[in-house]
């Protein structure tokens, strides 16, 4: 059974930076691609941005400025790091990983920008 694992939300204030780690239950080759979400109260789940087994990412226009996704093959983890926080940005973040027709989700992790 596929397990996706989120850690790194938290309080964090307007500037600043956070790291949020997607832990998988697999080798992330194993999957076409892991991305990243949030969802903010009220609002539909966004796209943030994503990478592919193979390596290249890609980002939603509205975050690519400020944030970066990126992995480590040995320990299956895949990373959003996050710069610029605004309290815009608050919202439970999601990771999802891919294959085979198939969407595995985290249980997510809250990050709120506030002072």
């Known amino acids: 059974q596929v397990q996706l694992v989120e850690s790194g939300g938290g309080l964090v204030q307007p500037g600043g930076s956070l790291r949020l780690s997607c832990l998988i239950s697999?080798?992330?080759?194993?999957?076409?691609?892991v991305g990243w979400y949030r969802q903010a109260p009220g609002k539909e789940r966004e796209f943030l941005g994503m990478?592919?087994?193979?390596?290249?990412?890609k980002y939603a226009d509205a975050v690519k400025a400020r944030f970066t996704i990126y992995s480590d093959t040995e320990i299956n983890t895949v990373y959003l790091h996050m710069n610029s926080l605004i309290p815009e940005d608050t919202a439970v973040y999601y990771c999802?990983?891919?294959?085979?027709?198939?969407?595995?989700w985290g249980q997510g992790t809250q990050v709120t920008v506030s002072s």
């Open positions: 999802s990983a891919r294959r085979d027709g198939s969407e595995y």
């Open positions: 697999g080798s992330i080759f194993s999957f076409n691609d």
């Open positions: 990478i592919f087994s193979t390596g290249p990412t």
